[in-house]
């Protein structure tokens, strides 16, 4: 410091943004690039081919599917997933009895979190096999329960029918544990003098959750939204798991769509490009439209 600062900002900024623009900004720049040509991924020939990628794009049906599919999961995971945490951590903060020392959690509310937050702690990896194996058409559990029931089984992940509706479930029930731990944490931010005068004045619990809680998790909810906005147009690891887009290509999605036209028979890498540019504009748009919809003015508590 006795030569000023520049010396230090160049010695500890300068070489992490460089690692990030050449690791991080270069391959998006150079996706760009190899989205105007007929790369095959493979050869040193890529002929440049103007916007003929996105043309092309245009009038793909198995991209539309693959775009409706990932319409539906970001239509579905985030709301299930927000109205499912905040639901959970509710009963976890305030599902206990009332008394003189106000709203009280239930009992062990330490344990459920433990056990809602536990599939963070597993690989997405172990997370698609597990349910893929929770799914089995013959051994799988859901299966035996319902037959143990003397009630007919699908074959769930089989069936072009019930396939996306079971991996949509399994991408809320995988991420509902983190959010449960976020918005309990949110919640316990909040004064416990805020809670006792809305006691006083009589209101329900809805009504407490409505009018006061909502409001003052408003911030924490936009964020949660942007992620799980992000993680319903993705889905390409669960999905490449546990059906590859199939059957029928009925859990098609975009990632899944892209990797299969890039390392697929015809290695495509300048079309998958395409995709991918269009991926990134898409993502992009969702989370800039998200925090200005969503933005609220700021409840301050002290």
């Known amino acids: 410091m006795r030569h000023g600062k520049w010396p230090l900002i160049v010695t500890f900024l300068v070489p992490p943004v460089l ?16 989205s105007t040509t007929d790369w095959l991924g493979y050869s040193a020939d890529a002929n440049s081919v103007g916007l003929a990628n996105f043309k092309t794009l245009w009038h793909d049906d198995y991209v539309w599917n693959a775009l409706q599919n990932n319409a539906i999961l970001l239509a579905l995971v985030p709301v299930l997933t927000i109205v499912l945490g905040i639901f959970f951590a509710t009963m976890l903060a305030m599902g206990g ?39 089995h058409p013959n051994q799988g559990l859901l299966t035996s329960a319902l037959h143990a029931l003397g009630l007919p089984a699908p074959t769930w992940l089989g069936d072009p029918a019930t396939a996306f509706w079971c991996v949509l479930a399994v991408m809320v029930w995988s991420n509902v544990g983190f ?11 909040v004064p416990k003098e805020i809670y006792e005068a809305v006691l006083l004045d009589g209101a329900s619990r809805f009504t407490t959750l409505r009018r006061v809680t909502l409001p003052l998790l408003w911030d924490t909810i936009q964020v949660a939204w942007v992620y799980l906005a992000i993680f319903a147009l993705d889905g390409f690891i669960l999905v490449q798991l546990m059906t590859n887009g199939g059957p029928n290509f ?43 919809v ?5 409840i301050e508590y002290s």
């Open 179 to 189: 959010y449960v731990v976020l918005f309990g944490a949110a919640m316990s931010a």
């Open 97 to 135: 009895r009332k008394g003189r020392a106000g709203v009280t959690g239930v009992r062990g509310g330490a344990f459920y979190r433990t056990v809602y937050f536990f599939p963070q702690v597993l690989s997405v990896v172990i997370i698609a096999l597990l349910w893929k194996e929770v799914y």
């Open 250 to 292: 009925s859990t098609d999605v975009i990632g899944v769509r892209m990797y299969d036209t890039a390392f697929g028979s015809e290695t495509k890498f300048g079309y998958a490009s395409a995709i991918g540019v269009v991926m990134f504009f898409l993502t992009l748009s969702v989370a800039v439209l998200s925090l200005r």
């Open 19 to 34: 690692l990030y623009v050449f690791f991080v900004v270069s391959p998006y720049l150079q996706a760009f690039q190899i």
């Open 294 to 298: 969503g933005r609220r003015e700021r």
